[in-house]
């Protein structure tokens, strides 16, 4: 059974930095890639980030990018989100998830496993 299991969010300042983590089960995860997804409340679930197979290649949101770093450990079977210069609208629950696919694609759909999420809220 595939697990995936977000932690690292939290209540931060507005220009604060936070760190997510993802830690991956249940199969191995270091030929495929990883995503970060958000949802804000209201609004439809969003893109933030993604990484392939081995790292090399990462895909980002406008919204995020220059501000964001996704990075990964496949020995560690995690995959992380650096957040900083972080602004309210950041505001969301974030969801890692994982796909067999190797390409760091921006598609909600295809990825197959989800995490649970966890909130990171930014106060302005």
């Known amino acids: 059974q595939v697990q995936l299991v977000e932690s690292g969010g939290g209540l931060v300042q507005a220009g604060g930095s936070l760190r997510l983590s993802c830690a991956a089960s249940?199969?191995?995860?270091?030929?495929?890639?990883m995503g970060w997804f958000r949802q804000a409340p209201g609004k439809e679930r969003e893109f933030v980030a993604a990484?392939?197979?081995?790292?090399?290649?990462?895909n980002y949101a406008s919204s995020v990018k220059g501000r964001f770093t996704v990075s990964r450990d496949n020995v560690k079977n995690t995959v992380y989100l650096q957040m900083t210069s972080l602004k309210p609208e950041d505001t969301a629950i974030y969801y890692c998830?994982?796909?067999?696919?190797?390409?760091?694609?921006?598609?909600?759909?295809?990825?197959?496993?989800w995490g649970q999420g966890t909130q990171v809220t930014v106060s302005s």
């Open positions: 998830a994982f796909g067999t696919i190797a390409t760091a694609t921006p598609f909600a759909e295809k990825y197959q496993y």
């Open positions: 249940g199969r191995s995860f270091g030929n495929y890639a």
């Open positions: 990484i392939g197979w081995n790292g090399r290649s990462t």
